[in-house]
């Protein structure tokens, strides 16, 4: 199993920005694919981007593209969410996600990630 330990909760207003980190440990980092998640009450968990193992492939959500961008340090054990032109209805707890799976794959389901991060809460103001 890998810790993941979010950080980077805010509130901020409506266009502004801002960046979560998610440090992870106990196992090699860079054998697992990452991704990023998102709650708000009352709706399902899902995936906002995804980072394969080596960072060569990536995912976002319809609704983030454009805006959000996400990276990874496998020498900082360390995988990032930079959000840009917040709107309120990014508003919702955020989780990090590792998978041990393809080098080359960026996994986008909640079913595909077997560890997770305790979750860190992002407000966006209108």
């Known amino acids: 199993q890998v810790q993941l330990v979010e950080s980077g909760e805010g509130l901020v207003q409506a266009g502004g920005s801002l960046r979560l980190s998610c440090a992870a440990s106990?196992?090699?980092?860079?054998?697992?694919?990452m991704g990023w998640f998102r709650q708000a009450p009352g709706k399902e968990r899902e995936c906002v981007a995804a980072i394969s193992r080596g960072g060569t492939v990536t995912y976002y959500a319809d609704s983030v593209k454009g805006r959000f961008t996400i990276s990874r340090d496998n020498a900082k054990n360390t995988v990032y969410l930079q959000m840009n032109s917040l709107e309120p209805e990014d508003t919702a707890i955020y989780y990090c996600a590792a998978k041990d799976g393809s080098i080359r794959i960026a996994y986008r389901r909640t079913y595909e990630y077997n560890n997770w991060g305790q979750g860190t809460q992002v407000t966006v103001s209108s």
């Open positions: 106990g196992r090699t980092f860079s054998n697992y694919a």
